[in-house]
């Protein structure tokens, strides 16, 4: 009887565990539309030994990330602010997981953008991101919140 109690429950937790993991990648892209992302911290290595670093409100920032934002739609398009202008963008994920993703930024010239170890909650956006398009190349880590 207690060997069947302590089953049902197990198998009870389980169930709860597994239902709450398929909400969270299912509200993944809830939460990437939710909002207009602001650049919150950024740090960049490129492939040329320059590095870059942004912290919003920083005193020491060697890069000004401060209109960089993203926007994400949820028919996958969106749109790229830096500096006053604004790039449309394309967007998809490349794993079922939904912790990769390939943007396409339109410039004059489109480049694609790769994001991987996506970590999204309501309130920060987290990610390594790397482009193969440009020179010199570079491997980033970038934390985003909500634009208020």
Not at 1 to 22: D, E, H, R
Not at 33 to 58: C, N
Not at 99 to 122: D, F, G, P, Q, W
Not at 137 to 144: D, F, G, P
Request: net charge neutral; glycine share 4%; charged share 20%.
């Amino acid at each position: 009887m207690i060997t069947l109690k302590l089953f049902s429950l197990g198998t009870a937790y389980s169930l709860l565990f597994i239902n709450s993991c398929s909400k969270q990648t299912a509200n993944t892209e809830q939460l990437l539309t939710g909002h207009t992302w602001k650049a919150e911290e950024i740090r960049v290595q490129q492939s040329d030994d320059k590095t870059q670093y942004y912290l919003r409100g920083g005193k020491h920032n060697t890069i000004d990330y401060d209109s960089d934002s993203l926007k994400f739609n949820s028919d996958y398009t969106g749109t790229y602010y830096y500096d006053g202008a604004m790039y449309s963008t394309q967007w998809h994920f490349t794993n079922k997981e939904k912790t990769k993703m390939a943007i396409e930024i339109r410039y004059h010239l489109s480049i694609i953008v790769y994001l991987e170890n996506i970590h999204i909650t309501s309130s920060s956006f987290k990610y390594s991101q790397y482009t193969k398009d440009l020179w010199p190349n570079y491997m980033a880590s970038c934390t985003r919140t909500p634009n208020q």
